[in-house]
């Protein structure tokens, strides 16, 4: 294997430097007690924060991790940036940073640390190392027995509880940059090329990974695990929603309730979070179907269904669209049948509607319950006086 530059020429290398070094400091913030929240892959990571699938390679767990993987990262890193050149050296980071960060997901919440990529540097420079001269002895037999060997040992920690590891992410790496090798080697003019198919087919086999990786890790969690993945869901969008982030929340909180219907306190977040963004009918769902779940139906949300009710049927009013004012003041009505003004407005709803007998019950409702409400009275007298001209 070749002997890797020194860290005094770190500024010939800028891309990888600004990596390691990236995932030092965010490594030691985490380490002093401070909160890498915003950089772990969670359930806002594939709706409204998609830039966690990359930052989550940069928290490492302890500093034997953080060495492991920067010593690995500093070693293959910098000699792909310098033989491969900047501009595709920053493509193949993106991918390897991405792809099996997802794919771990898939199985798991996700993982943290660089591995995933430094296991990608390790399939990638394995294939050059035999197609491409310019990576002679890049990977000698004792790192390929190392690393697969690790590999291993991997699993067993993960599947014996010592040690919860990244292996999906680590394998996910390898094969990525296997594929990677095969489909930017010279396909001639070295003594080292050993023919295969055409280069499409292995970008091909690279885009069919990457998409599975992506797919799995959104429509997959919901068909593995999908209790789970909404609960996640459901955290995240309330702790959007008790920072404010309204439209964030929503997000969230719309993707759980799809997965986990039946729970009511998803739906009640759900609707506050409509409801302070000025979405009024959507919110009236969510508090709808919040309703339909709860035995006990708790006084606070019916005085919130009946407001919105009220919104929905002022609005429509406004419009002069008596139907639908009627409508929406009927389903108020539903939550709660002794309110005097709502009978009051349902009456003149209906009227304006064409539906007199309709109006004059509603009025007559109303009177009962608040005799002393004037402006039912005279709209009860104005539907009677036809009737008393005829006579």
Known sequence: ???????????????????????????????????????????????????????????????????????????????????????????????????????????????????????????????????DSRFEGAVDQATVSAFVLWFFVCIGLTLTGA???????????????WLLGRAIAPAEGTRFERGGPPKGVWWGAIALLGIGALVGATVGQRLIHPFTYADELAAQGYAELVSGRNNEAALLLADAARLKPADHQIWHNLGVARQRMGRYSRALDAFRSEWGLLSDKPRDLTAVLVWLCVHEGDDAANGERWEDAAASYREALGYEASDAALWGRLGVASAQAGDTNGAKRALETALRLNPQDELAKKALETLQQPVQEKK
């Open 1 to 131: 294997m070749r002997r890797p530059p020194p860290i005094r020429e770190a500024l010939r290398f800028p891309i990888t430097s600004a990596i390691g070094a990236c995932a030092i400091g965010v490594s030691l913030w985490w380490w002093t007690g401070h909160s890498v929240d915003w950089a772990v892959i969670d359930g806002r990571s594939f709706v409204t924060e998609p830039w966690r699938v990359v930052t989550s390679n940069l928290p490492h767990v302890n500093p034997l991790h953080l060495v492991f993987n920067l010593y690995w990262f500093w070693v293959f890193g910098t000699l792909l940036e310098r033989d491969l050149g900047r501009a595709k050296y920053v493509g193949i980071v993106a991918l390897l940073a991405v792809v099996p960060a997802a794919a771990e997901s898939v199985f798991a919440t996700g993982g943290v640390g660089l591995s995933g990529i430094v296991y990608g540097y390790f399939g990638l420079l394995w294939t050059l190392e035999q197609r």
């Open 163 to 177: 040690l919860a590891v990244g292996n999906v992410a680590h394998g996910t790496g390898a094969v990525l940059g």
